[in-house]
Antibody
Framework: QVQVVQSGAEVKKPGASVKVSCKAS????????MHWVRQAPGQGLEWMGIINPSGGSTSYAQKFQGRVTMTRDTSTSTVYMELSSLRSEDTAVYYCAREDGSGSYAYWGQGTLVTVSS | EIVLTQSPGTLSLSPGERATLSCRAS???????LAWYQHKPGQAPRLLIY???SRASGIPDRFSGSGSGTDFTLTISRLEPEDFAVYFCQQYGSLPWTFGQGTKVEIK
């Protein structure tokens, strides 16, 4: 069965970087794009970007351009999302979500809470 | 980018009642690439509807989606206790993919 498992919670200081991992199993890793979505406290869902695990190509939301980097390791079926120059407003739950043939997300990671605090 | 506006912000209903949630897009959503998700605290979102009207695998038939262009609707025909949650719409027809701000369905 398809599983998407994320790394654990992180606490970071302002200005630092965080790297969240998302390990996929139960399907051919390179066949489905992976997206990153976040939800800040009391806010809605916010799309951050997409990575194609096959070739590694990415597309980022303009808001995060220059601060976010999405990568993948095909040997471990893992995608990564690194966000730099963290500020308090980046405190959120970060999700990875697998894009299905329909284009929507049937499989999500469990979420990773990133807290940015001095 | 396409802005999705959901209404109402909160819907207060009793179990057994019908819920009608709206999602309006600032421009036409291509090929009806519109999805609905249910989100409960501490859980990952759950896909309910994709392609505006297709139910995802395992989703009860009390959930239905309709609409095209800029106006979309999620209907829950008879609310069950487990249906009280936040519902988001999402368009995935053009980058950047965007979400609505959510509608909370709460117990009256």
């Amino acid at each position: 069965q398809v599983q998407v498992v994320q790394s654990g919670a992180e606490v970071k200081k302002p200005g630092a970087s965080v790297k969240v991992s998302c390990k996929a199993s139960g399907y051919t890793f390179t066949r489905n794009n992976m997206h990153w979505v976040r939800q800040a406290p009391g806010q809605g869902l916010e799309w951050m970007g997409i990575i194609n695990p096959s070739g590694g190509s990415t597309s980022y939301a303009q808001k995060f351009q220059g601060r976010v980097t999405m990568t993948r390791d095909t040997s471990t079926s893992t995608v990564y999302m690194e966000l730099s120059s963290l500020r308090s407003e980046d405190t959120a739950v970060y999700y990875c979500a697998r894009e299905d043939g329909s284009g929507s997300y049937a499989y999500w990671g469990q979420g990773t809470l990133v807290t940015v605090s001095s | 980018e396409i802005v999705l506006t959901q209404s109402p912000g909160t819907l207060s209903l009793s179990p057994g009642e019908r819920a009608t949630l709206s999602c309006r897009a600032s421009q036409s959503v291509s090929s009806s690439y519109l999805a609905w998700y249910q989100h409960k605290p501490g859980q990952a979102p759950r896909l309910l509807i994709y392609g505006a009207s297709s139910r995802a695998s395992g989703i009860p038939d009390r959930f239905s989606g309709s609409g095209s262009g800029t106006d979309f609707t999620l209907t829950i025909s008879r609310l069950e206790p487990e249906d009280f949650a936040v519902y988001f719409c999402q368009q995935y027809g053009s980058l950047p993919w965007t979400f609505g701000q959510g509608t909370k369905v709460e117990i009256k």
